[in-house]
């Protein structure tokens, strides 16, 4: 693959080239993995307790701070934001950065659940970097220890988590995930079938798709790059976590919105996991940057998404 490193952040690529995207095939037992690792997450009863109350900035909205322990040992934070009247539940799953700060109501009547994933935000612990670059090395010459594997079995079991504090959010459970947690969303929402529709903005993870582009200075496309063209057992770990593989077997409704402009994530990344997703199932809408600040296009098209959104988690759709 031949590197491209545009300064307006195309990578070298029109809409239409990237429209057109088609990403490599997985490995064999591609969806065997998956499968045995969502098993492994959601086999046994959640192991939870409520830590205190949080200050909420809206009326009528409690906020909790929990901790749950994980199938494999960890203690990881998470935060559930209620409303006095609930319509669903939806999860989000965080971009790269140290959240310190709970959810805050975006879809009203929504129980919001927001999990810090292992060695980030209110999950740090001693083994695991909470620099995003570093983060993203984290066993990584293995499937098996990947730190992405144990972020995606982490929302699992926040999931859990939020479904047996709030039963009424099994029957409408909704998923929003941007960048980190776009890639998260793409590769964990074919395995888990208690997700009702799904928001992916602006996704990473995308596998060899992404190995192709350069990236500037420390961050964690960078570092997952880097070990895959230096070490080939990287590069066959990586394969495994690869949403436009995972992309392809959704089947729920997905609000996706890829940028063809974006310095920090490739677009043609993005586009391997947009084009993926089957065409009934995918709500295509195009940014026209990620990652910055908003044109005002980007602005507008808000209000619509904004829209998409409350419709596709609403009791009843779907």
Not at 69 to 89: C, H, L, N, V
Not at 242 to 257: E, F, N, Q, V, Y
Not at 267 to 274: K, V
Request: with cysteine.
């Amino acid at each position: 693959m031949e590197a491209k490193n545009e300064a307006d952040g195309t990578c070298g690529y029109t809409l239409e080239d990237l429209l057109k995207i088609e990403a490599p095939p997985p490995p064999e037992d591609f969806a065997a993995f998956w499968e045995e690792t969502y098993r492994l997450a959601t086999a046994r009863v959640p192991e939870y307790r409520i830590e205190k109350d949080i200050w909420s900035p809206d009326d009528g909205v409690k906020i909790l701070q929990l901790r749950f322990k994980t199938y494999d040992g960890f203690e990881i934070g998470m935060w559930i934001a209620r409303p006095e009247s609930s319509t669903g539940g939806l999860v989000i799953g965080q971009g790269y950065g140290n959240l310190a700060t709970p959810p805050t109501s975006r879809n009203p009547g929504l129980i919001v659940a927001l999990p810090c994933i292992r060695g980030l935000g209110i999950s740090q612990c001693a083994q695991i970097p909470w620099k995003p670059a570093a983060h993203a090395g984290y066993g990584i010459q293995s499937r098996e220890t990947y730190v992405i594997r144990g972020a995606v079995t982490d929302i699992w079991e926040a999931t859990s988590v939020l479904t047996d504090l709030f039963p009424d959010t099994a029957s409408n459970l909704n998923y929003s995930g941007g960048s980190l947690g776009g890639g998260l969303g793409a590769i964990l929402l074919p395995w888990d079938h208690r997700f009702k529709a799904g928001e992916i903005n602006v996704p990473t993870l995308a596998g060899p798709m992404q190995f192709a582009f350069p990236g500037s200075g420390e961050n964690p496309g960078t570092t997952r790059r880097n070990a895959a063209l230096s070490d080939p057992a990287c590069m066959r770990a990586l394969s495994y976590f690869d949403g436009a593989s995972a992309a392809r077997r959704i089947r729920i409704p997905i609000l996706m919105t890829p940028a063809p402009a974006d310095k920090s994530n490739p677009p043609p990344a993005q586009f391997a996991i947009a084009n993926a997703i089957p065409e009934e199932f995918r709500i295509l809408r195009i940014r026209e940057v990620g990652h910055r600040a908003p044109t005002p296009k980007d602005v507008e098209l808000e209000k619509e998404l904004e829209e998409i959104r409350h419709r596709l988690f609403e009791a009843g759709n779907g």
